[in-house]
């Protein structure tokens, strides 16, 4: 097995060498080779390693890296001009028999159509395509004629020239158009998911998400040294908190059950000496009757050993760039009266324990009988001018023009 394996790693670092000396004239070391050279870096290893970097990324980065395209639609600018490209993407626009408009997740591109006699057989393929049909077009990059600039797209001011074209696949008449400003229904959408996720909006949430996904994961693998540990989905039954979704097995009688989260997984690895782990873990909750959640989510799941409850909110805090603002339970409770308070409300409670001293009322008489009573107020600011005293004075004492609502903690 271990040579299956030392096979493998030599046949990739056959493939990587290979990358850097393809264009070079030099004879590419066999495996046997590599694998009985003795290690040795060059003198200056890390401008080696650079200079490596460096070749490697020149063939395999890119967004239109092993793709038959030269370009996305929406990279386009001037300083292409009079280059050779070649596109693929979705028809967005047809217009007047003069240019299509080309999009893909980049954004969109003006595609001149030839008007000429000699190339009368690409135009009629231009002009018998349809919205949203998928094509391939091979053209040269020129800027467009004055005054017919679009300063509303990133490529407004270069056309292409098409020169070929290539039909990948048509579209047949689509139950709502793939643009921002056509209004549909929630549950067409949902219908019809692959032709919505095409849209602006929905492109730009996806890739925002794997963009932030990928900032958590340098966050904290990179700079903070944590593991990324992928726990199990079928596991027993836990015991407490939401309600679970049962999966059946092979077995009769036998079942599994899909995990709220991974609670119990990430105290073994605490245990085990992880020391410091986390996941994009999926959560599982069978409550679709209540109407604030749902059955399934992502949630960031992170476990530290040796930390205390200051270390676990910088280290949070330094991932959002955002600080939290905290309070004590003990504040918590005496300006909103509960242990998790909507702080978006802005009037807090008000201690008028001694406004009531001599008060007559049997139950604030009562609350003031306890141990550690007090009465607490909200101080409406012009609360007076909301209320309707009818025929007679309304009950209670009033404060400074401000209505007394709340009453004993």
């Not at 039909?167 to 008449?173: A, E, F, I, Q, S």
């Not at 849209?199 to 949430?205: A, D, K, L, R, V």
């Given at each position: 097995m271990a040579n299956k394996y030392r096979f493998f790693f030599l046949r990739s670092a056959q493939q990587v060498l290979r990358c850097v000396y393809s264009t070079r004239s030099v004879t590419l070391p066999s495996i046997n080779q590599i694998y009985s050279t003795k290690p040795s870096l060059p003198p200056n290893s890390l401008a080696w390693a650079y200079e490596f970097s460096r070749t490697c990324s020149t063939y395999i980065s890119g967004q239109s890296s092993f793709s038959q395209r030269s370009h996305t639609c929406g990279e386009l600018c001037s300083?292409?001009?009079?280059?050779?490209?070649?596109?693929?993407?979705?028809?967005?626009?047809l217009r007047q028999d003069l240019f299509v408009i080309l999009r893909d997740f980049s954004g969109l591109v003006q595609i001149l159509i030839p008007q000429d006699e000699s190339k009368s057989e690409l135009k009629n393929a231009f002009l018998g395509l349809t919205v949203e049909s998928v094509i391939m077009v091979k053209g040269r990059v020129r800027r467009r004629p004055e005054g017919q600039e679009n300063k509303t797209m990133s490529t407004g001011d270069i056309e292409v020239c098409a020169?070929?074209?290539?039909?990948?696949?048509?579209?047949?008449?689509?139950?709502?158009?793939?643009?921002?400003?056509?209004k549909k229904s929630e549950s067409l959408?949902?219908?019809?998911?692959?032709?919505?996720?095409?849209?602006?909006?929905?492109?730009?949430?996806?890739?925002?998400?794997?963009?932030?996904?990928?900032?958590?994961?340098?966050?904290?693998?990179?700079?903070?040294?944590?593991?990324?540990?992928?726990?199990?989905?079928?596991?027993?039954?836990?015991?407490?908190?939401?309600k679970e979704f049962v999966v059946p097995s092979g077995d009769p009688g036998k079942f599994y059950s899909l995990p709220q989260s991974p609670q119990q997984f990430k105290q073994l690895l605490m245990v085990a000496g992880i020391d410091r782990y986390f996941q994009l873990a999926r959560c599982y909750r069978d409550e679709g009757s209540k109407p604030d959640r749902q059955p399934e989510f992502t949630q960031v799941d992170i476990e530290i050993s040796f930390v205390d409850q200051a270390g676990v909110m910088s280290l949070i805090e330094g991932q959002i760039n955002v600080p939290f603002p905290s309070m004590t339970y003990e504040e918590a409770m005496r300006d909103y009266g509960v242990d998790k308070p909507d702080t978006r409300f802005g009037m807090k409670l008000v201690d008028v324990t001694t406004a009531f001293q001599g008060t007559?009322?049997?139950?604030?008489?009562?609350?003031?009988?306890?141990?550690?009573?007090?009465?607490?107020?909200?101080?409406?600011?012009?609360?007076?001018a909301s209320i309707e005293f009818g025929d007679s004075v309304t009950d209670g004492p009033i404060l400074n023009q401000h209505h007394l609502i709340d009453s004993t903690v």
């Open positions: 300083s292409q001009i009079d280059e050779e490209v070649t596109l693929c993407g979705w028809i967005q626009y020169e070929s074209m290539k039909v990948l696949n048509t579209c047949r008449k689509l139950p709502f158009e793939i643009k921002e400003f056509v959408r949902m219908q019809y998911r692959y032709l919505d996720l095409r849209s602006p909006g929905m492109q730009y949430n996806l890739r925002l998400r794997s963009q932030m996904v990928m900032k958590m994961r340098e966050y904290l693998c990179n700079l903070h040294g944590f593991v990324d540990v992928e726990t199990p989905t079928l596991f027993k039954r836990t015991p407490g908190g939401a007559q009322i049997e139950f604030i008489k009562d609350a003031l009988l306890e141990p550690g009573g007090c009465i607490q107020a909200i101080c409406v600011p012009e609360g007076m």
